[in-house]
């Protein structure tokens, strides 16, 4: 399980942690671990490492220290502020890096003494600052970022890179863009939001020593799936399954303008393995929706249907199916409006909202106030439905956990990293990728939803979960397809997206850039 903590919960669990293993031991455990990572990222040259005041900078010592013992860099110099507050554990990790070999000078004081710092270096460690750092930065640390950043040195971040706010993701006007970062014990929230997510380079997380019941301890405002969690959630068919109890998803999607929308859903919604998927779509679309749907079961809302009639056909079909997809290429006539408002009005089945749905709902916002239902918004769409204008990407956390706790909805906030909350826990999505920057790859997350709804995970399990396999399916046909994925491509490889289990380690990649 990946645990993400505040920098007030992450000092907790530290506290914890010293108590039974002590200081000196997290220190040490932690230079360990980004020495075995160091040289994947290390050129020719000498390993150069700043450390800041407090123990980030020791953490910096101990990682010196570990390269030098273990012989796995000839050279490594440490620039450090000999003003640091330096605890017990900081000082006999300055001792062994010592005594390991390894060259301390003193922090160099403006831009230009940190460009020649850096001239010979193959690789840089940032031990400035931790999750404790304020901003805005000032010097000389403002100066040495500058010099990092412009020299084209590969920099490994210990903890969190130097400039970034842990818990909000904001970022000083310096920022050390990292190529890699070493998450100790647990992701910091800020390492996962935009706009510092951009100076992370690769995440990884590391294991220094502190146990999960430590950990587990702290409550749980954020959290993140790993392949392991999300393997756990995904339901598995019973052995005496029939289609219908395999998964029965009702899609209501389509219009003879966008019935392209309709088949990407049901086909995400049939390879994430529901047994009986039907699409209930307009008349004029049907015809080019059934002939690029075999498996799947298309009925048609007539035309010219009146719109009570429309809704008993629809609560009709609905009678034989378990949850709903509804919204992915619908009209935005106020017709369809009527339908699908008095439609969802009359069920009691869960349903995810998407797309033109969202449209429908926005000035009726009393039909998603429930606990069935999950809402897959973009930021545009969200600010609609919030009443409260652009969403900046500072105040993405708070507006999502103020809508969803108001509401009591499910709701997914789409992004580089997708939030979701249901106004408990929020929970960040680290699958994202480029890859699904293409019209109607959400049509496809709307089937996978509404099939895990279907087979019987909340509405909050089936929105992390299925966020967790889109992405994973965008990853995978991002492998397959260096250029040009389309939406249509990632209901094929759901099945072979799904991972492995992971094998224990003591640093684990979680994400690369």
């Keep these: ?57 020791g953490d910096a010592f101990a990682a010196c220290a570990s390269l030098r013992a273990g012989r796995a860099q000839r050279t490594c110099v440490i620039y450090a502020n000999e003003e640091s507050r330096t605890s017990a554990a900081r000082k006999a990790a300055e001792k062994d890096a010592t005594e390991a070999g390894v060259e301390r000078r003193p922090l160099p004081k403006n831009a230009a003494e940190a460009k020649r710092a850096l001239e010979q270096a193959g690789l840089a460690l940032d031990g400035l600052f931790g999750t404790s750092s304020r901003l805005p930065i000032g010097n000389p640390y403002r100066a040495i970022i500058a010099a990092l950043n412009a020299s084209g040195v590969p920099t490994l971040a210990i903890d969190i890179p130097s400039g970034i706010d842990a818990l909000s993701g904001a970022t000083d006007e310096e920022t050390v863009r990292a190529r890699a970062t070493v998450a100790l014990a647990a992701l910091k929230p800020g390492l996962l939001l935009d706009p510092a997510r951009s100076f992370v380079g690769d995440l990884m997380l590391a294991d220094i020593g502190i146990t999960d019941e430590q950990l587990a301890a702290q409550a749980q405002g954020f959290a993140s799936l790993d392949d392991d969690d999300f393997c756990a959630l995904l339901p598995t068919r019973a052995a005496t399954a029939d289609k219908r109890a395999a998964g029965a998803p009702l899609i209501i999607a389509g219009s003879q303008q966008f019935p392209g929308a309709a088949v990407l859903c049901a086909r995400g919604a049939a390879r994430a393995g529901a047994g009986y998927v039907t699409v209930a779509t307009t008349s004029r679309a049907a015809p080019i929706v059934r002939a690029h749907l075999i498996e799947q079961v298309v009925t048609e809302i007539a035309d010219h249907a009146e719109v009570q009639d429309a809704i008993d056909g629809l609560l009709d079909t609905a009678k034989h199916c378990s949850a709903i997809g509804i919204g992915p290429g619908l009209g935005l006539d106020g017709r369809t409006g009527e339908i699908v408002r008095g439609f969802l009005q009359r069920t009691e089945l869960p349903f995810v909202a998407d797309a033109s749905a969202l449209f429908h709902f926005a000035k009726h916002m009393e039909i998603l106030q429930t606990p069935r239902a999950v809402i897959t918004p973009h930021a545009g769409e969200f600010a609609r439905l919030s009443g409260k204008g652009t969403v900046p990407d500072d105040e993405r956390v708070a507006r999502l956990r ?65 966020a967790y396999w889109h992405g994973l399916a965008g990853l995978r046909c991002a492998q397959n397809r260096a250029r040009g994925v389309v939406a249509g491509d990632l209901p094929d490889v759901l099945a072979e997206a799904i991972p492995a289990k992971r094998a224990s380690a003591d640093v684990r990649m979680v994400f690369r850039a």
């Design 1 to 57: 399980m990946i645990r993400v903590l505040t920098p007030s919960q992450m000092r907790a669990a530290d506290r914890a942690a010293m108590e039974s293993i002590g200081e000196s031991a997290l220190m040490q455990h932690a230079g360990a671990r980004i020495a075995s990572v160091a040289p994947a990222y290390a050129r020719e040259g000498t390993v150069v490492a700043f450390a800041g005041p407090g123990n980030n900078g």
């Design 402 to 466: 103020d809508f969803a706790k108001r509401t009591k909805c499910t709701t997914l906030l789409k992004g580089r990293t997708t939030l979701i909350s249901d106004g408990t826990t929020l929970h960040l999505n680290l699958t994202g990728t480029s890859a699904l920057a293409t019209a109607g790859t959400g049509d496809v997350l709307t089937g996978i939803i509404a099939t895990l709804l279907s087979q019987g995970l909340s509405p909050i399990d089936a929105a992390r979960a299925g």
